[in-house]
């Protein structure tokens, strides 16, 4: 789709190209609607440049600006061009990757004895104006003040860049591997002119990922005419300007986290030409094939492009960290190998384990299987399963454990080929390991707050895992496991204080903390991760009507939950998370504890108020626009709540088997849920108006419930929602 700038002449024949195609089909061309600028703004931290579906590179513009709004390495309101970098994280709310930059330069470089890489990079970085940028899946052009266009594409596991020089300039091309965003810092840089036409090097740094590892190699079309390296603000800092002496010029790269032979290797095995079109073209059909798997009717082309831009979302992370001979860098630096299987990299569980991986499971099930074996895989290096893994490294970033809902899902859901006996041992393992307060929640039946911060969430979190190994261990005909996880499940019970009806800290004496204001949120020592005793009281998906007896019944339970959308400061604090946004009274939609809430409504018999909610959060919190996300994207999360919600129903327990109905705001859907396997989603009348589901009918009969099951859904068929503009 065209965005902020004059769509380049060969893009104009491809799109005709497609546009032809299509129109024999039948179909319209999928990748027109997704338009990779909207979360480049406000707080939603995505990139707008070149992916692969689920690939290797991410080859995007870095501003150069240190900023928590910069964790991507860019944001929508900077108009300066550092460089473009190969690696990249997608909404994410810490800042780590944007490895090995490139910045091609007008004129002579001039290196300075003794400058920091940061004014090194300030000095020598380009001005740029959105009307001169251009962005499609796979696909990233931009012309900076300085004349040079450049180009960005993808292949699954190489980087392509096309530069155009204008006359009267002298070409050149910057390589900087001192380049930080954020919390990265390298500490052992290099960089080899090899012959004239190939450069490798090595960047290792720390960071979020404390022992990164990536290796490169860079084939130019032309010959190198001029080469040089120096240590700019410091020896780990390696920075080399190339000449050339043509105006254009294309650049391959690969990277590895293994060697520079394994990059040369992924270089040449997946862009062996340098038809820089024709990797074009086949980057975006890789699109449009995935994109392919939900094909929505609507007329309404905003609401087309914000669906499809959010499915494009959910498949940028994780992405593919084994080179073509399946090796990648271990959790402790060796090198490992994955043998029948892809390993996967940046699994931010806390946030994804709740729609993205469930999704997964529904249009995605042989990438389940690999994500599912590269958990495993860590759980064999680390006796762990992963947390929040980061290219061969655990950070131990947010609470819980949610590998474990993941693993059970795929277990119970009967995905893939993966070792059952092995997952359960593993999802045991970290269960009963005695890691942020785990030892206590398995002795005490709580975590006292005095000895650990942010017990409250974390021992909510921990209560779901622990629900999800009782089911899988129910499911492998395991009762004892099923029994103990099951009951350690309702340790929420023990965080429930009847007096003011909330979930609170509690001390080692047993008295709970004070003072206690339900909407006050802060950074440290709180009871709560990114959120208030508002926003937790209600997370325990996996046993709401538990909770409704806590509140004493649905009337009372319906009450409350209604509170939570109605109070009038639903945040308080100077430190509270800038991550608590989208607000309808105390609920943020902008971070991820709260996304089942609005669903909650369907246990109480109020089915109508989470309709209501669903469209309002639809339309106002997801946008064509640039700042078109009310929070961070979260690797896909944010992105797969809208598509589920949009089709109409949503896994409120990610591994429970069913998926309870909000308001569709799609006409019609077709998943794909096998090859050549369809289920339909119908709901002609849905519109801004009509959001509340007056009957609903699957296969043709009536449903007199609020949820649909996993197997219904996979067995294919059609359910179809009849809306109306009066609540039920």
Known sequence: ???????????????????????????????????????????????????????????????????????????????VIAGFSHLHLSGTGI?????????????????????????????????????????????????????????????????????????????????????????????KTSLTLVDNSLVTGTRLSTGWAAD??????????????????????????????????????????????????????????????????????????????????????????????VFYTALYHTMIAPSLFSDINGEFKGTKGDVMKANGYNRYTIFSLWDTYRALHPLFTIIRQPRVNDMVKSMLDHYKQEELLPVWELHGNETFCMVGNHAIPVIAEAILKDIGDFDRELAFEAMKASSIYDRDGMGYHDKLGYIPADKIQQSVAKALEIAIDDWSVAAAAGKLGKTEDAAYFSKRSENFRNYFDPETGFMRGKLSSGEWTTPFDPAFSRHEGSDYTEGNAWQYLWLVPHNVEGLIDLLGGKEPFADKLEQLFQVEEGVKGEEASSDISGLIGAYAHGNEPGHHTSFLFNYAGRSWRTQELNREIQTTMYTNSPDGLCGNEDCGQMSAWYIFSALGFYPVNPADLKYQFGSPLIKEARIEVAPEKYFTVKAPEASLSNKYISKVFLNGKELDRTYITHQEIMEGGTIEFFMSSGRK
């Open 212 to 305: 990164q590892h990536v290796y490169f190699a860079a084939r130019f079309s032309v010959p190198v005419e001029g080469f040089e390296t120096v240590a700019v603000g410091g020896e780990e800092r390696t920075v080399g300007y190339l000449k050339f002496g043509v105006k254009d010029v294309l650049v391959k790269v690969g990277v590895s986290s293994v060697s520079v032979e394994n990059a040369i290797a992924n270089l040449d095995s997946s862009l062996p030409g340098w038809d820089f079109e024709k990797a074009m073209e086949e980057a975006s059909d890789a699109w449009e094939k995935e994109l392919s798997k939900i094909r929505i009717r609507s007329d309404d082309a905003d609401q087309k492009t």
């Open 95 to 187: 800042g780590d990757l944007a490895d090995i930059s490139f910045l091609p330069v007008a004129s002579k470089v001039i290196f300075i004895k003794g400058e920091r890489n940061p004014d090194f990079v300030t000095r020598n970085s380009a001005k740029y104006k959105h009307e001169d940028e251009y962005a499609e899946p796979g696909y990233y052009s931009v012309v900076m003040n300085n004349d040079i266009k450049a180009e960005l594409t993808v292949t699954e596991r190489a980087g392509f860049h096309r530069y155009t020089f204008p006359e009267n300039s002298e070409p050149g091309l910057i390589i900087n591997l001192g380049f930080a965003i954020n919390w990265d810092r390298p500490y």
């Open 1 to 79: 789709m065209l965005k902020y700038s004059v769509l380049p002449g060969v893009l104009i024949l491809l799109a005709s190209c497609a546009g032809q195609n299509k129109e024999k089909d039948g179909d319209e061309r999928l990748t027109q609607y997704v338009d990779p600028f909207i979360g480049t703004d406000y707080h939603g931290h995505t990139f707008p440049g070149a992916a692969w579906p689920f690939g290797q590179i991410q080859l995007s513009p870095d501003n150069g600006t240190q900023g928590w709004d910069w964790c991507s390495g860019y944001h929508y309101s900077d108009s």
